[in-house]
């Protein structure tokens, strides 16, 4: 048998060629592309236009995070941003919608602020889940925004809440090409909205009947006073008590100390005591007692000592709350306006102190 003679540099060529025509095949075979895979982007770029603008700047916000992107006369915006991937918020002057942004988005944005949610458009990479928000934004807008809600009826508020969430959940399951994350996120999302409004519903309802004007009020006891010893709330009857509920750590509670001192001041000459009751844990009991000296706190300064019957009660589930009692121990108003609200003085005004 004869054998043809075979160069090494012959075969390394036959062997290279064999190794591509391999890769090629395996390249059709699979669903994954043979092209070189690009570095992710570790940054965002978001750009758009906006017409009848509100302000000269966008304002791209987050619990640590916050970019304000240079808007042009003629509306258009370009930028660059290193962010967390995550949720935010972006604020045109007054109008606030959210925005999810991942490293790696490339999202331009057009709108008309004359109608900003309404006419919102995202393209490029991310714009689908960012369509999501704007559409569910709308749902929200049309159904769970307003008094109205509030004052539905039972069967009629559970029903509206049903059919509001059920459009939500559905226009979640039926989006496209939305980031994986984001879906387990928003899903928990929705359902903490949906218990939210229902207990701000039931909250309502329980101050509008077992708190309504009139009412014996809940008692406080014992509580500790500042000055020394403790006070009830009946050793305060025969004056009108504005009770302020508040804490150390709740930036609007502090936010409402210098209207509160000037409301003291005002009616200081009048049948009304100025209640504050710290509702601080025990592990902030001598910064609560800091801040009356160092603020020069006024009127009754009280610690609850985190007994929570009084704003149990009183169904407290944020504050500051502020509720004003009559002289006999009667509910003049559970959920009273703040001192820093002109409508606080035209309350006041009105009584006969």
């Known amino acids: 048998m004869n054998y043809l003679p075979i160069s090494t540099k012959n075969l390394n060529y036959k062997l290279n060629k064999m190794k591509k025509i391999i890769l090629v095949g395996l390249c059709a075979l699979s669903s994954l592309s043979c092209k070189q895979e690009q570095p992710q982007k570790d940054y965002v770029t978001f750009s758009g236009k906006i017409l009848h603008q509100n302000s000269d700047s966008l304002r791209l916000f987050s619990e640590k995070y916050t970019k304000v992107i240079k808007v042009n006369r003629d509306g258009s915006f370009s930028d660059t941003l290193k962010i967390t991937n995550g949720r935010h918020m972006l604020a045109d002057g007054k109008e606030i919608i959210p925005i999810y942004l991942k490293n790696g988005y490339d999202l331009r944005l057009t709108l008309d602020a004359k109608k900003f949610v309404e006419t919102m458009r995202y393209q490029g990479i991310g714009a689908e889940t960012n369509d999501y928000l704007v559409k569910k934004a709308l749902i929200e807008i049309k159904s769970l925004t307003g008094s109205e809600l509030y004052e539905l009826e039972n069967k009629a508020f559970d029903s509206k809440i049903e059919d509001t969430f059920g459009k939500i959940n559905n226009l979640l399951a039926t989006a496209k090409d939305i980031d994986s994350t984001f879906i387990v996120d928003e899903r928990v999302i929705i359902k903490r909205v949906k218990?939210?409004?229902?207990?701000?519903?039931?909250?309502?309802?329980?101050?509008?009947?077992?708190?309504?004007?009139?009412?014996?009020?809940?008692?406080?006891?014992?509580?500790?006073?500042?000055?020394?010893?403790?006070?009830?709330?009946?050793?305060?009857?025969?004056?009108?008590?504005?009770?302020?509920?508040?804490?150390?750590?709740?930036?609007?509670?502090?936010?409402?100390?210098?209207?509160?001192?000037?409301?003291?001041?005002?009616?200081?000459?009048?049948?009304?005591?100025?209640?504050?009751?710290?509702?601080?844990?025990?592990?902030d009991y001598e910064k609560w007692r800091e801040m009356v000296e160092n603020d020069e706190l006024g009127g009754i300064q009280l610690y609850a000592k985190e007994d929570q019957t009084f704003m149990e009660a009183y169904k407290v589930s944020g504050i500051p709350r502020f509720i004003l009692i009559d002289p006999h121990g009667y509910i003049v108003n559970a959920n009273a306006p703040r001192p820093s609200d002109l409508d606080i003085k035209i309350l006041l005004d009105n009584l006969p102190i």
């Open 195 to 283: 218990d939210y409004i229902t207990n701000s519903y039931e909250e309502k309802q329980y101050i509008a009947t077992v708190l309504a004007k009139g009412n014996v009020s809940p008692e406080f006891i014992d509580y500790e006073n500042y000055y020394g010893g403790t006070i009830s709330l009946n050793d305060l009857k025969g004056k009108y008590v504005y009770v302020d509920i508040w804490a150390t750590w709740c930036k609007p509670c502090i936010g409402e100390i210098p209207s509160l001192k000037k409301l003291e001041k005002e009616y200081s000459d009048k049948n009304i005591e100025f209640v504050s009751i710290s509702i601080d844990n025990q592990k």
